[in-house]
């Protein structure tokens, strides 16, 4: 069975290669590895969320969700550099180079953490773990904006779980901006989330993609 990058602790032999992030107002070029997703190039999903998702807050705390080795994270962070952004993801070895590529192009305003499927602070923090990283009453946030291209891959079961932990750490006028492959489910997934009261709207689609932006009702 392929090593999957939902995996906390990946077994797939290390690999070191790099990914560019080239958009129009940012050029990155990222540290990534075997056995975190999407390692030979960055994902044209996640491209497609930052080339069409508004401005983040200029200040406040903001979310990755998934981050992997940070694209949507460092993104964050360039265009938001008075913001505090925070990327979290289960596997440790993308966590740990999410952090090596914040600190390579000098943004000190995202930071990292490995957290459990659940949404709790995972035990194992990764390579470049250290003082001053985030705590786990900093994951509950609340946060002012959330990006993330989930891992839709993972079931319905996990998916559904995570998203109703994280969108729930929303400000009561926070929003998540979501990327989902269409032919992977992302006019299902947006009634599923209309249904919990998350008001989901549809508000780019490129490439086969649907980017939704999601609120929290009141009493969500």
């Not at 070191?16 to 050029?27: C, E, G, M, N, R």
């Not at 990155?28 to 960055?42: A, E, N």
């Not at 969320?49 to 903001?62: D, I, N």
């Not at 006028?173 to 919990?196: F, I, M, P, T």
Request: net charge neutral; glycine share 12%.
């Amino acid at each position: 069975m392929a090593q999957h990058y939902f995996d906390s602790d990946p077994d797939a032999a290390s690999r070191p290669s790099t990914a560019d992030l080239v958009l129009p107002d940012l050029h990155l070029r990222l540290r990534t590895d075997r056995g975190v997703f999407s390692p030979d190039k960055v994902d044209l999903g996640t491209r497609v969320l930052l080339e069409t998702v508004p401005a983040p807050p200029p200040e406040g705390r903001l979310l990755d969700l998934g981050c992997g080795y940070g694209p949507i994270a460092l993104t964050m962070a360039s265009r938001a550099p008075g913001a505090r952004v925070l990327g979290v993801d289960v596997n440790a070895r993308a966590v740990g180079l999410a952090r090596r590529n914040a600190a390579e192009h000098g943004l000190g305003n995202a930071r990292f953490a490995v957290v459990s499927p659940e949404g709790g602070l995972a035990t194992d923090q990764g390579a470049g773990a250290a003082e001053g990283a985030p705590t786990a009453e900093e994951l509950l946030g609340p946060f002012d904006a959330v990006w993330s291209n989930p891992p839709i891959r993972v079931g319905k079961g996990v998916l559904h779980a995570m998203l109703r932990t994280w969108l729930g750490r929303l400000t009561p006028e926070g929003v998540a901006h979501l990327v989902v492959q269409k032919h992977l489910g992302a006019d299902s997934l947006q009634r599923w989330l209309d249904a919990q009261g998350l008001p989901a709207e549809r508000v780019a689609s490129r490439a086969g993609f649907r980017v939704l932006a999601v609120r929290r009702s009141e009493g969500a």
